[in-house]
């Protein structure tokens, strides 16, 4: 059974930063791209970034280029997003997904003071 | 940025209706391979998302066959015969096919 666990969300305060991980299990990893969407309080889903399956080829959303780093470790079936400068528009759920056919249960990010 | 138009907002059904909901796209969704990467989305209440469809018309492992998608090129359709409950949530429109990968607003489907 494929899973998908997100982990390492909480309340932090603006300019700050944070670090989600994703951890992988009934599949093989290293064969599939990765995505993280997030999707806001009340609100649809928005794509953040995809990763390939050995890293060659990142992409990003405009409204995180420059501050987030999407990246994976193969060794450890986990995928990561280095959220960096925080800004309340980034409160969202963050869900980790393979690349649609399979989301995590998400883990919540509240950008405060 | 590929925009993703997903009609009605929202959608008020009778058990056992059947009902129908749009995806038009800014752009043709045919990628390179020739494959069109259109999927639909349901998320039901606190639920994460859960994908019905994939390339506009093959059901997603374990999807009952109430569920059609047809279309091509920008303009899509998803159909549902025949209404359970639970079938009540929003559903969302997506595409892969271009960078970034972006959604519908999506639309609730509710109870009458």
């Known amino acids: 059974e494929v899973q998908l666990v997100e982990s390492g969300g909480g309340l932090v305060q603006p300019g700050r930063s944070l670090k989600l991980s994703c951890l992988a299990s009934g599949f093989t990893f290293s064969n599939y791209g990765m995505n993280w969407i997030r999707q806001a309080p009340g609100k649809g889903l928005e794509w953040v970034a995809s990763?390939?399956?050995?890293?060659?080829?990142?992409y990003y959303a405009d409204t995180v280029k420059g501050r987030f780093t999407i990246s994976r470790d193969n060794a450890k079936n986990t995928l990561y997003l280095q959220m960096t400068s925080l800004r309340s528009e980034d409160t969202a759920l963050y869900y980790c997904a393979r690349p649609l056919a399979y989301w995590g249960q998400g883990t919540l990010v509240t950008v405060s003071s | 940025d590929v925009v993703m138009t997903q009609t009605p907002p929202s959608l008020s059904v009778a058990i056992g209706q059947s009902v129908s909901i749009s995806c038009k796209s800014s752009?043709?969704?045919?990628?390179?391979?020739?494959?069109?990467?259109l999927h639909w989305l349901l998320q039901s209440p606190g639920r994460s998302p859960k994908r019905l469809i994939y390339q506009v018309s093959n059901l997603g492992s374990g999807v009952p066959d109430r569920f059609s998608g047809t279309g091509s090129q920008k303009d899509f359709t998803l159909k549902i015969s025949r209404v359970e409950a639970e079938d009540l949530g929003v559903y969302y429109c997506?595409?892969?096919?271009?960078?970034?990968?972006?959604f519908g607003a999506g639309t609730k489907l509710e109870l009458k």
């Open positions: 997506a595409q892969t096919t271009h960078f970034p990968y972006t």
């Open positions: 752009q043709s969704l045919v990628y390179s391979d020739g494959k069109t990467y």
């Open positions: 990763i390939s399956s050995s890293s060659s080829y990142i």
